[in-house]
């Protein structure tokens, strides 16, 4: 059973760090791309980064560029997202996934298959 386990979320104040991390079970996905969403109470979950299979190639959304970055450790199965300079819009609950496309990254979120549970997020002003 494919699992993804979100950690590292919390309180934090503005302009301050979080690293969140996400460890997949269940299933090898290091030939796989793989991103982080997140979703503000009453919108859309949206998309946040993303990187290839080898992490060697990476996307953020315009919002984070600069501040966030995904990486990921293809011997653990896991994938991380350091984010600084957090600001109170960033404020969500933040989502990993896992895509299945070969080709390409996916920044849609309706390219992705698995997906974590979620971990909050709060900065405060």
């Known amino acids: 059973q494919v699992q993804l386990v979100e950690s590292g979320g919390g309180l934090v104040q503005a302009g301050g760090s979080l690293r969140l991390s996400c460890a997949a079970s269940g299933r090898t996905f290091n030939t796989y791309p793989m991103g982080w969403f997140r979703q503000a109470p009453g919108k859309e979950r949206e998309f946040v980064a993303a990187?290839?299979?080898?992490?060697?190639?990476?996307y953020y959304a315009d919002s984070v560029k600069a501040r966030f970055t995904i990486s990921r450790e293809n011997a653990k199965n896991t994938v991380y997202l350091q984010m600084n300079s957090l600001k109170p819009e960033d404020t969500a609950v933040y989502y990993c996934?896992?895509?299945?496309?070969?080709?390409?990254?996916?920044?849609?979120?309706?390219?992705?298959?698995?997906w974590g549970q979620g971990t909050q997020v709060t900065v405060s002003s």
């Open positions: 996934a896992v895509s299945e496309r070969r080709l390409g990254v996916p920044l849609n979120r309706h390219e992705y298959n698995y």
């Open positions: 990187c290839s299979w080898s992490g060697g190639s990476t």
